[in-house]
């Protein structure tokens, strides 16, 4: 069964580092998104894409965050200049159309910023 | 901010029903209702969905009150890898971006 995989499954960084989180999503899915979860607390959305563009984002996603799908298989999180405060689990997740609300979440990547 | 309210933990034994209830009871008509589980850290998997019908899956079944306030998730033989925290999540059927994940109801099925 296809699935979504992010790699890697844990980033460890300095604070003001970059890092560059991956995500592979189903293949023939259109929609794409980054969700976090902070230890203990809510999955909280981040950011949405489709059609080479963003098509919405949250408070949290400032900045310091962008997004990319730099060819046909890979989507993209970066954090430019890491924060204590970003530790935290990142999910990466697909639909296919037309139904954009049933989504498929990765493994996630378990980011910690020492 | 979710727009539904679940208990906070429930326990099942295995091989028993777990019925997991959730109430919305300011859902819009063109609004589903979507189940999703998260097993211990792990991604969130999609359970099912519905509008107002029931609805049965390999997975579960969802059953919706007729004024659609109300739903309940049935996992029909409840194992102990069915442990995990479900989340019910209200959702426009043309929405294409967020879920609005709340704090879940945390299942426990013991043998």
């Known amino acids: 069964e296809p699935e979504v995989t992010q790699t890697p499954s844990h980033q460890v960084t300095q604070m003001g580092q970059e890092v560059i989180l991956r995500c592979v999503p189903i293949?023939?899915?259109?929609?794409f998104y980054w969700y976090r979860q902070i230890l203990g607390q809510k999955v909280e959305f981040l950011v949405s894409f489709y059609n080479n563009e963003i098509s919405e984002k949250s408070e949290i996603f400032d900045d310091q965050f962008s997004v990319e799908r730099p060819d046909g298989s890979n989507f993209t999180l970066k954090i430019r200049s890491t924060k204590l405060e970003d530790s935290a689990m990142y999910f990466c997740?697909?639909?296919?159309?037309?139904?954009?609300?049933?989504?498929?979440f990765g493994p996630g990547t378990r980011l910690t910023v020492l | 901010d979710a727009k539904t309210t679940q208990p906070t933990s429930m326990d099942c034994a295995e091989g028993r029903a777990a019925n997991l209830p959730c109430n919305h009871s300011?859902?819009?008509?063109?609004?589903?209702v979507y189940w999703y589980r998260q097993i211990h850290s792990q991604g969130p998997q999609y359970i099912i969905h519905?509008?107002?019908n029931n609805e049965t899956n390999e997975m579960a079944s969802l059953i919706i009150t007729e004024d659609r306030k109300s739903s309940t998730l049935i996992l029909p033989h409840a194992t102990l890898r069915d442990t995990a925290v479900y989340y019910c999540?209200?959702?426009?059927?043309?929405?294409?971006?967020?879920?609005?994940f709340g704090t879940g109801t945390r299942l426990q099925v013991f043998p």
């Open positions: 997740a697909s639909s296919e159309p037309p139904r954009a609300d049933t989504q498929y």
């Open positions: 519905g509008l107002k």
């Open positions: 293949s023939n899915h259109l929609y």
């Open positions: 300011t859902i819009s008509g063109n609004e589903y």
């Open positions: 999540i209200v959702s426009p059927s043309h929405n294409t971006d967020k879920l609005i």
